[in-house]
């Protein structure tokens, strides 16, 4: 079948990859699509790929030249350590030095999956991709073209959220395709990803185990998949646009948990756009409060059918987004309604705050990174 053309240094190709799940293989367009990709990264070279949570950024893990390109290409600060994604966990134990039994119960149940485990790391991975921490994260995505991938390629894959460092996570092709430009040369297009937010990253090296970046899988449903304890990410705390993982004088849980996963510090996740997070009963007076100031308005509203929201929504300075009152259709839409409304030249984006509540963790976890815009 023929390759797929990769145009370099002038923009990527986009290549789509339609594969039904549940098909036993793809069509020839996209096995050729898999095929490049495969081979670029087997040679050293980036490709942004679909998963089931957001599109990735991979080198093959096991080169650390490669995965070089990966911070250079970011932006990305060497202390922010990668995830390494493989196709199954016969690959992940070989990445890790130990194999503790909360991430034999966590993988057993989730994977494959949208959830990461840091466990302690092999002598074969390089130091580069742990940021030179004597921990790994591992991931074996669900998505099925993500894992054919990894399986062409004969190696595992370092991959962080396709997006330049801090900037809001890319859910299509599209949004990898405004971040990076021609930082990349192929782009995997498969639509739309299935869950829209990272992963959640637990860290199997403590005991109970301890989530350090809330994601899809709550700490409900992994407290009820490994039968035990499970502890939850620490909130984060405002602290400010200097914000950096283990800045001496910085104190409690947070600076705790942004010193163990260093990309857990306070401001990340953010659209360019100015953006608050307001409570639902006091939103509208907030949103009418700065229509009046002149200031022209995004708003990720959970009550779009209430009287004074479309009274107000008659304003031509607002735009109303409707989000859904459930949490994983909410999860989906959250990126892609921050990319869309950052291209609206808006003064501001105000975002109704999310219920509380276990389901609700990662949506407000990464409402409040982005609402610390300060310094941007
Ligand atoms: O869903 C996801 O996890 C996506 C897709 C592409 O798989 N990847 C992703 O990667 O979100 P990234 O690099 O944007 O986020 C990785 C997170 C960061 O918070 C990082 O600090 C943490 O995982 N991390 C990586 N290695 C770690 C380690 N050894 N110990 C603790 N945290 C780690
Ligand atoms: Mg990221």
Redesign the pocket.
């Known amino acids: 079948m023929p390759p797929v053309p990769v145009n370099r240094p002038s923009l990527p190709t986009l290549a789509p990859v339609d594969w039904p799940a549940g098909t036993d293989r793809p069509a020839a367009a996209t096995a050729a699509a898999i095929a490049t990709a495969a081979e670029l990264l087997a040679s050293g070279r980036l490709v942004a790929?679909p998963?089931e949570?957001?599109?990735?950024?991979a080198a093959n893990a096991l080169d650390p030249d490669a995965v070089a390109l990966i911070f250079r290409a970011k932006g990305?600060p060497a202390s922010?350590?990668?995830?390494v994604?493989v196709a199954d966990t016969a690959m992940a134990r070989r990445l890790a030095a130990d194999w503790p039994e909360a991430a034999e119960r966590a993988t057993a149940a989730c994977w494959p999956g949208?959830l990461?485990v840091?466990v302690k790391?092999a002598p074969e991975v390089p130091d580069i991709?742990?940021?030179g921490?004597p921990?790994?994260?591992l991931?074996c995505?669900a998505f099925h073209v993500t894992r054919r991938l990894i399986e062409q390629a004969g190696c595992p894959l370092a991959?962080?959220?396709?997006?330049r460092s801090e900037a809001v996570?890319p859910t299509t092709a599209q949004h990898v395709l405004e971040g990076l430009g021609n930082r990349v040369g192929l782009i995997l297009d498969a639509g739309p990803c299935e869950?829209g937010?990272?992963?959640t990253?637990l860290?199997c090296t403590v005991v109970p185990p301890r989530i350090?970046?809330p994601?899809p899988l709550s700490a409900d449903q992994l407290a009820a998949a490994i039968g035990g304890e499970v502890a939850p990410a620490a909130q984060p705390v405002n602290s400010g646009p200097d914000d950096q993982a283990g800045e001496p004088g910085r104190v409690g849980q947070e600076a705790e948990a942004a010193s163990?996963?260093?990309?857990?510090r306070r401001r990340h996740y953010a659209p360019r756009t100015p953006l608050e997070v307001v409570p639902m009963a006091t939103a509208t007076e907030r949103v009418a409060d700065r229509l009046a100031a002149g200031e022209r308005i995004g708003w990720l509203c959970l009550s779009p059918a209430d009287a004074a929201v479309r009274r107000l929504a008659a304003s031509p300075a607002l735009l109303v987004v409707p989000m859904p009152e459930e949490p994983a259709a909410y999860g989906r839409m959250l990126y892609a309604s921050l990319h869309a409304l950052d291209h609206r030249e808006l003064d501001r984006l105000v975002v109704d705050a999310v219920p509380d509540g276990s389901a609700w963790a990662a949506i407000a976890d990464r409402l409040s990174r982005a609402q610390c815009t300060a310094g941007r």
Request: net charge positive; glycine share 8%; aromatic share 2%.
């Open positions: 790929i998963t949570t957001v599109y990735g950024l990305r922010n350590p990668l995830i994604h949208p990461t840091v790391k991709v742990t940021a921490g921990t790994v994260a991931r995505p991959a962080p959220s396709a997006n996570s869950h937010l990272e992963s990253v860290d350090l970046r994601g163990r996963s260093p990309g857990q």
